[in-house]
């Protein structure tokens, strides 16, 4: 089964926990802290492989979980970091944050990665808080939970040249008849639900990729007949090939075919009505294409070709001029984008407080981090992260909001009694 989009659920491995210890050797009495930090949790990687064609599994598995980071030991032990986790996808997948809908990377070769849930740090052990002041320190981090969010998962099939149509076109037909796909191939509309790729190979010894997109209709702009899904598998293609029912088998005129394809391409991405093309008039295997011919010739000159695909004749000749097309474009080098920092600390106040019918909700990336990293069961942790958020203009700004004693304060999962 091909599948062309997926919704998933990443969530990257937490850090592991850094550890409270002391020396204790003998003839060492004072030996002070030893406690080690905790390891990075998994990141979560989408890794192109040519291997793969479709997006099928994850029809199935939709949450991806990293694994945690080991916590730290005694003796200045670290914990041993996550193992990331890899996903592999096929080439031409374009990874997007469901969120914001903004492009975080495009895997268009084989190898290709990005890391799309980066795995939090492990929290610190109370070696890394001696001070000259405060020698023995018992205080140690909590790991820093791994990146969670929910990506899309789009692919675009990479092909050199594509057909473009309305349903009954004769596309399937004519992608059997030059290359080894096999499509559904019946006397209705929408018998192609699913792009097929074949590669033509030429006399002359020369092959290309040929993709047969399902039939467009009028409004597949907007989504109309699964517009979208078919329309994004023309992006990548170099060349297009317009195959027209010259014949008018389904009661439309040949010309208003071309201008409604035409139209759809435009709304849908301006580039794709830039492309180079050839105009396949098809069907001239019937009487009723011979009346139409003449139109299309005085609209088209020498970007037409005259075909019959249930019959082979002039199949042939339209891959070599189209392949002759193809080669006369340079290739245009499309890399993977970079990962998206979608959010940076510098670029969001370090805390959002909202007021809901008494309690003040505090959120924010910083503060939540704050809060989930801090060890409250040691006086130490309490009294640091009260420094922090102190530091921040935290307990300013809940006064400015008009916060009384005794009113509760919500940090994600804590809760706190706020008191002057």
Not at 119 to 142: D, H, Q, V, Y
Not at 354 to 369: A, L, M, Q, T, Y
Request: proline content about 4%.
């Amino acid at each position: 089964m091909f599948v062309d989009y997926a919704k998933i659920n990443v969530k990257a491995g937490d850090g592991g926990n850094g550890v409270v210890a002391f020396r204790r050797e003998k003839y060492v009495p004072m030996g002070g802290p030893s406690g080690g930090d905790g390891g990075r949790g998994g990141s979560i990687v989408i890794k192109a492989d040519e291997g793969l064609s479709t997006l099928m599994d994850f029809k199935y598995r939709r949450h991806f979980k990293g694994k945690r980071g080991s916590h730290g030991q005694g003796k200045n032990m670290h914990g041993a970091g996550g193992e990331d986790t890899i996903i592999l996808v096929p080439p031409g997948t374009v990874i997007k944050d469901d969120d914001t809908d903004e492009v975080i990377a495009d895997l268009t070769r084989h190898g290709q990665q990005v890391v799309v849930a980066k795995g939090g740090r492990g929290g610190r052990g109370n070696a890394r808080f001696a001070t000259a002041i405060n020698k023995a320190p018992s205080l140690a981090e909590n790991g820093e939970p791994g990146e969670e969010r929910w990506i899309r998962l789009e692919l675009k099939l990479l092909a050199d040249i594509g057909l473009v149509g309305y349903p009954n076109a004769g596309k399937s037909t004519l992608i059997s008849k030059v290359s080894a796909a096999k499509p559904k191939i019946a006397d209705y509309p929408f018998t192609t639900l699913v792009p097929n790729l074949g590669v033509v190979r030429l006399n002359s010894g020369e092959s290309f990729v040929l993709a047969d997109i399902p039939g467009l209709i009028e409004g597949a702009h907007e989504g109309a007949g699964l517009g979208h899904r078919f329309l994004r598998h023309i992006e990548r293609t170099r060349v297009l090939i317009f195959v027209l029912d010259t014949a008018q088998t389904e009661n439309r005129d040949v010309l208003d075919d071309y201008h409604t394809l035409r139209r759809e391409l435009e709304k849908f991405h301006p580039s794709l009505a830039s492309k180079p093309y050839l105009i396949a008039a098809n069907k001239m295997d019937l009487p009723e294409a011979r009346n139409n011919i003449a139109k299309l010739q005085e609209k088209f000159g020498d970007h037409l070709m005259m075909i019959s695909a249930a019959t082979g004749k002039g199949t042939q000749e339209l891959m070599a001029r189209a392949y002759q097309l193809l080669s006369s474009i340079p290739m245009e080098e499309t890399v993977a984008g970079d990962e998206v920092v979608l959010r940076k600390f510098h670029d969001e106040p370090a805390f959002v407080i909202e007021n809901i019918d008494g309690v003040f909700e505090v959120s924010g990336k910083r503060i939540e981090k704050l809060a989930a990293m801090t060890n409250f069961d040691t006086d130490e942790g309490l009294e640091r992260f009260q420094r922090i958020i102190n530091r921040m203009g935290l307990e300013d700004a809940l006064r400015q909001q008009g916060i009384q004693a005794g009113q509760t304060v919500r940090i994600k999962n804590l809760e706190f009694e706020y008191s002057e």
